[in-house]
């Protein structure tokens, strides 16, 4: 199994950032893909969350407007493009990818850096 991130990196306030998460090793559409970031000593936080199918999107109400996730079923991977950037959004962002139900399961990839500076 494979969840691979890419994209990051350092953007000045207001910019735009597009993160990517490639997906391997396991039956990517039975798996809700989700980002998450954490930021120096702040708990993980769900960013945005988009179903199986792709038709439902979730968001944390701080980036409500600003990020919009999507995936590509045909090519395992899940993007989130974020724009109007803050200082607030550093932080490193990971990618996941979960399965509910009663075979609960989820895998991680490694985490990718977002520096916005003022």
């Known amino acids: 199994v494979r969840v691979v991130e890419s994209g990051g990196g350092l953007v000045q306030a207001g910019g735009s950032l597009r993160l990517s998460c490639s997906a391997s090793?396991?039956?990517?559409?039975?798996?809700?893909m989700n980002w998450y970031r954490q930021a120096p000593g702040k708990e993980r936080e769900l960013v945005a969350r988009i179903s199986t199918g792709g038709g439902t999107t979730r968001y944390a109400d701080s980036v409500k407007g600003r990020f919009t996730i999507s995936r590509d079923n045909a090519k395992n991977t899940v993007s989130l493009q974020m724009n109007s950037l803050k200082p607030e959004d550093t932080a490193v962002y990971y990618c996941?990818?979960?399965?509910?139900?009663?075979?609960?399961?989820?895998?991680w990839g490694q985490g990718t850096q977002v520096t916005v500076s003022s």
């Open positions: 090793g396991f039956t990517f559409t039975n798996y809700h």
């Open positions: 996941n990818a979960l399965r509910m139900g009663s075979s609960s399961r989820d895998y």
